[in-house]
């Protein structure tokens, strides 16, 4: 069996973190959806890096940007490619690809790819 690239969406919107993993796994990739920035952090700690991660920024609990920093303070995840998928945009730190919602999936399937492709060497 080969082993594909996962990709972490940290959404708590169902129907958009369902939308996007159907598309992005019909794109040959495998994903971990998580509603949550401490579920996030918890998949983390106990499975495989995922190539890439896309998350939202404004979530009950936990906000998206301590996920950010998380992820950047940690040398097992500092290098994996990170994407702000968000209804505000503006609230995403320096330096972080963002894909305003509603999404356009192409831009966001062909970061994915890349960021995928990069790990994977």
């Given at each position: ?81 990170v ?9 995403a ?6 894909f ?22």
């Amino acid at each position: 069996m080969t082993h594909r690239p996962n990709v972490l969406i940290v959404e708590d919107d169902v129907d958009i973190g369902s939308a996007l993993s159907a598309r992005l796994q019909r794109e040959g990739f495998d994903t971990t959806v998580v509603n949550n920035v401490a579920e996030a952090i918890d998949w983390l700690e106990d499975a495989d890096p995922p190539c890439v991660v896309l998350a939202d920024l404004l979530m009950p609990g936990i906000i998206g940007q301590s996920l950010l920093g998380y992820l950047r303070s940690d040398v097992r995840f500092a290098s994996i490619p990170v994407a702000v998928v968000s209804g505000s945009p503006q609230l995403a730190p320096e330096g972080y690809r963002v894909f305003r919602k509603p999404l356009d999936l192409q831009p966001l399937i062909e970061f994915v790819r890349e960021g995928c492709s990069v790990a994977a060497h």
